[in-house]
């Protein structure tokens, strides 16, 4: 588990750019990628996920982003497989009805089109209750741009999907920060960069408990991995949608 000094904010070019994520005011899940081996262990909750296959550990960043290597890779399925799972509902990590920002900073390496290609996959495996992140390396259009989906169900089974296929495709070997913003009583944006992809209506869901069925980082419903990535940092803030950890372009 590595020790920030720093709070984690960007500052302009330069080495060690981009301080160790910290937990802020609401923060309920935090992953920075720095074990060695085995599982991995949230530092806020204290969530374990279990090693799965092959992930491959210590993955080295360099300036700007030094302070956050170093990171772990997934491993695609048809690769061999490689990710982390806790297949129980973790109440620590429920949304429930309020405002959140979810955000992570990755290199993104494959993917395969299709919504259950996520990121962090909190959704039952039977009825989909829970929440789920997407990214998509590839696009089903024959574009090559990259798509991401915020998706949130409702134990009622109301259904709130946000996609944006605008993306530009990430699989250029760079590091790149992903931040949702969820404004229950408003929108849900999405940023890629700091630049903002999309933004729907919440209303659908407001007032409506979003729950933490399981947590897997690189798992589609059946828990296994189908979107390699090496991930720096992960960080879930419940009761805030403007929390952001900076990255590139601010975050």
């Known amino acids: 588990m590595r020790i920030a000094t720093l709070g984690a904010i960007a500052s302009a070019g330069g080495s060690s750019s981009y301080p160790a994520w910290t937990a802020v005011p609401g923060t309920v899940f935090l992953l920075d990628f720095s074990e060695a ?16 296959g092959s992930p491959v550990y210590e993955q080295t960043a360099a300036a700007p982003f030094d302070l956050l290597s170093p ?25 429930g009805t309020s405002d959140f920002t979810f955000e992570f900073m990755a290199i ?3 993917g395969q089109f299709g919504q259950n290609d996520a990121n962090f ?3 039952d495996a039977i009825t989909d209750y829970g929440y789920k992140f997407s990214y998509d390396s590839v696009s089903g259009d024959g ?5 991401m989906a915020m998706v949130l169900n409702a134990d009622d089974g109301t259904t709130f999907l946000s ?34 992809q999309r933004s729907d209506d919440m209303s659908g869901v407001s007032g409506k408990p979003i729950l933490c069925k399981r947590a897997i980082v690189g798992g589609n419903t059946a828990g296994n991995c189908i979107n390699s990535a090496t991930y720096f ?19």
Do not use: C, E
């Open 163 to 196: 996609t944006s296929s605008s993306v530009t495709n990430p699989k250029d070997g760079n590091i790149h920060k992903v931040r949702v913003s969820g404004n229950r009583a408003g929108n849900m944006v999405t940023y890629f960069d700091g630049i903002s």
């Open 233 to 251: 940092a992960m960080r879930l803030v419940v009761g805030s949608y403007t929390a952001n950890a900076g990255g590139p372009g601010g975050g």
């Open 37 to 52: 081996s085995g599982n991995l262990t949230d530092s806020v909750s204290g969530v374990v996920l279990t090693a799965a």
């Open 71 to 95: 990171g772990i890779k997934t491993i695609n399925a048809s690769a061999g497989g490689g990710n982390f799972k806790n297949a129980s509902a973790q109440a620590a990590l429920d949304i």
């Open 143 to 147: 574009t090559g741009a990259g798509w």
């Open 121 to 123: 996959n909190a959704r």
């Open 108 to 110: 993104f390496h494959d």
